[in-house]
């Protein structure tokens, strides 16, 4: 095998070594590089350094983990859903207000308009008995007749 | 609540805002996600703070949660994201840099070479880069495929690969003057 053959080799070699200890290889991948494992001595060494470094790092212990986590993260968690739940309270007391609000500043203007509309309607005919104001249809009725016959 | 209830269904039920759910899935998890931050932080007070921040953040972000990946990866990856940016912020790792002191009087010799060897682990992890560290964490520890690193990392199966290579490839150079010295 040539040097160039054999160095090309050695660096795909060495690119799979990594997934072959995570039991990533694809077997095809994997019988290659067993292949090339078996007559090259460095990537052999290179793959058992691989393999002890992973062994140093899971004789790690695990850390114990502290008590408290669990109380700490469900106190948190009730208390953002309690701050949560007063902000939408607060958000339907705010709502509510404001609806309460447009229908009244809706029905004030609907009958400020009715009002001008008839008065408008009077001054037009001059009787006004015939122009009430009794309902917000009527209401309605008259601005449109005041429309209508003001365009006219 | 009944152990073999599958996460979906924990996940399912907290995200109608069942707390006993969401409670069921933090004590399955906690002790992993834990362990999981404290090898990527480095020390014990950013581990419990990071933890704690991800499981709080799990909990307000369920809604978006589609159960694409598992609630483990999800959780995982908040968890990274948080340990990463801590880390990126460039707060000193205070365990990982502190020295291992003179052998306590009767302490057996095996005992003290144990507490080095692990110091020495330590600190060369605690010297490689967040991603490349976080990466080894999951496949190391967690035995994470590489499919479900990427999910819990955000990138894919070619940087995962790539990602673990430089991590294993720093660590041998990093865990060197130990091994000179007969350490690990």
Redesign the interface.
């Known amino acids: 095998m040539s040097k160039q053959v054999m160095s090309t080799s050695c660096t795909q070699a060495r690119q799979m070594l990594s997934r072959r200890l995570d039991g990533e290889l694809a077997n095809e991948d994997r019988r290659l590089l067993d292949n090339h494992l078996s007559g090259c001595g460095a990537c052999w060494d290179e793959l058992a350094a691989l393999e002890r470094d992973r062994a140093v790092m899971a004789a790690l212990p695990a850390p114990g983990q502290p008590p408290w986590l669990l109380t700490r993260v469900m106190a948190e968690v009730r208390r953002s859903g309690r701050r949560s739940r007063r902000w939408f309270g607060l958000g339907r007391a705010v709502g509510a207000v404001a609806a309460a609000l447009l229908v009244v500043v809706g029905a004030g203007a609907g009958v400020f308009i009715g009002t001008s509309m008839a008065r408008a309607g009077q001054g037009a005919n001059g009787n006004g008995d015939e122009l009430t104001v009794s309902s917000a249809e009527s209401v309605a009725f008259d601005v449109y007749e005041a429309v209508i016959g003001g365009e006219q | 609540m009944n152990e073999d209830v599958p996460d979906q269904e924990l996940v399912a039920r907290a995200r109608a805002g069942e707390?006993d759910a969401?409670?069921e899935l933090?004590?399955r998890h906690?002790?992993g996600l834990?362990?999981f931050v404290?090898?990527t932080c480095g020390d014990?007070a950013s581990?419990?703070e990071v933890?704690?921040a991800a499981?709080?953040k799990a909990?307000?972000a369920l809604a978006g949660f589609r159960g694409a990946a598992s609630f483990k990866t999800w959780l995982y990856r908040i968890g990274a994201n948080l340990a990463i940016n801590r880390r990126t912020r460039g707060r000193p790792t205070v365990e990982l840099d502190e020295q291992l002191p003179a052998p306590e009087a009767g302490e057996p010799e095996t005992e003290y070479r144990r507490k080095q060897?692990?110091q020495a682990?330590?600190q060369a992890?605690g010297r490689l880069p967040a991603d490349q560290r976080t990466a080894?964490v999951l496949?190391?520890?967690e035995e994470m495929?590489?499919g479900e690193i990427g999910e819990t990392m955000g990138k894919t199966l070619r940087a995962v690969?790539s990602l673990?290579?430089r991590a294993?490839q720093n660590?041998?150079r990093l865990?060197q003057p130990a091994r000179d010295t007969g350490i690990?």
């Open positions: 707390l969401f409670e933090v004590r906690q002790h834990y362990c404290y090898r014990a581990a419990e933890a704690q499981l709080v909990w307000s060897r692990e682990v330590r992890l080894l496949a190391t520890y495929s590489y690969d673990l290579v294993r660590l041998r865990l690990v």
